[in-house]
């Protein structure tokens, strides 16, 4: 089993930033993708970024310019930068860590931006 704890979420004003944070923890294999999603109210889960063990990376349009995903040193922790922030990018935000087994999610941390 792998355990998923998100951090970082909050309140801010379009144009400003934020950082999420997502801890790993427990049976973590050597090969996986980390990655966020998000889900605004009355829409589906979508993909906002990804990012493999060896560090490939993919973005959204919505957010490619914008947003920026990274890992630390231990490959446990997966880090999205937000800038420039828009009302639209409004929503939960969940991490997701998928190996050959399973798909784990954390518990989602609220990003809202104000107009």
């Known amino acids: 089993q792998v355990q998923l704890v998100e951090s970082g979420g909050g309140l801010v004003q379009a144009g400003e930033s934020l950082r999420l944070s997502c801890a790993a923890s427990?049976?973590?294999?050597?090969?996986?993708?980390m990655g966020w999603y998000r889900q605004a109210p009355g829409k589906q889960r979508e993909l906002v970024a990804t990012?493999?063990?060896?560090?490939?990376?993919t973005y959204a349009d919505s957010v490619s310019g914008r947003f920026t995903i990274s890992r630390d040193n231990n490959k446990t922790t997966v880090y999205l930068q937000m800038n420039s922030l828009k009302p639209e990018d409004t929503g939960v935000y969940y991490c997701s860590l998928q190996d050959r087994y399973a798909v784990y999610w954390g518990q989602g941390t609220q990003v809202t931006v104000s107009s």
């Open positions: 427990g049976s973590i294999l050597r090969s996986n993708v």
């Open positions: 990012t493999t063990s060896s560090s490939s990376v």
